[in-house]
């Protein structure tokens, strides 16, 4: 199998580096079976990584049999039309809001199939949305992380609001920090402190089938520190504007 990136830029750079990572199961792909489109960082990336570089993205079409899409949402059409597609490849949209509809006819007869990996992909820990999803891209997938497949394409959008999330989470470490930092904890502490903390929550969460609630209740106790920045945040209606954010993004990719 040899995967072609269109779109060598900020996505494509983390997701390459955990294509080629050593996983549990043996090494990672090898460079030259990935072909860089030579727009972006695609001749840096080629160099410094030992993937081809196409002279083009009609060549990479060429020689591809899996193409992940990694150019800004309004470029992605525009990318894919008039290249040499033939029927049995895929394309991989990472492309935030594209509609599969809106690329198919563009790239026919290869299949469109969406992705919304977030760049802990380069150290395996995304966990990316897929739809459709088909086993022969799991190889793929797998070295960027875990895989949550969805059936049905709005289902997919509403879940691609998790890639602002994970960003709006980095920001609450941020500031989660900050706050322990000017406190007199030594910045480092505070910030392996705090990301680790938040890994934490996490760990709980996933590891456990209890309800969400449940685990919380037990830790916020009637009268404790807990409850008390709990309540605080509920007055300060909090739960409200982060849900208000997550409309604004779903409003922003469906519009
Ligand atoms: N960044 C993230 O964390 C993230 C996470 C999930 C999904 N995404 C999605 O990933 C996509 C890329 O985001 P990004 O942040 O990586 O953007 P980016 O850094 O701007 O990279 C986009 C790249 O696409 C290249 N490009 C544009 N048109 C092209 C064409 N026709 N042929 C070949 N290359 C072309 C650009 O090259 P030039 O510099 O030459 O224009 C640029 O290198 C977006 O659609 C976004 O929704 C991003």
Redesign the pocket.
Known sequence: MKLGI???????E?LLKGLLRPGADGPGMAPERIIL?P???GPALARACGCTLAAD?AALVAGCDMVLL????G??A??LTGLPWRAGQTVLS?????PIAALESVAAPARIVRI????AGQFGASPTLVHPMMPALAPVLDAWGSTIALDHEAQFEAATTS?AIFGWVQALIASSADWTSTRGVPEAQARQLLAETFQAAAIMVRRTDRPIADLLASIATPGGITQAGLAHLQNRQVEIAWQEACDLVLNRLTR
Do not use: Q, T
């Not at 269109?6 to 494509?12: F, M, N, Q, S, T």
């Open positions: 269109i779109g060598v830029g900020h996505l494509a983390a489109s727009r972006g960082k993205n990694a150019v800004r949402p470029d992605a525009a990318a990472a492309c935030a809001g594209v919304m990996p977030i760049i890639a």
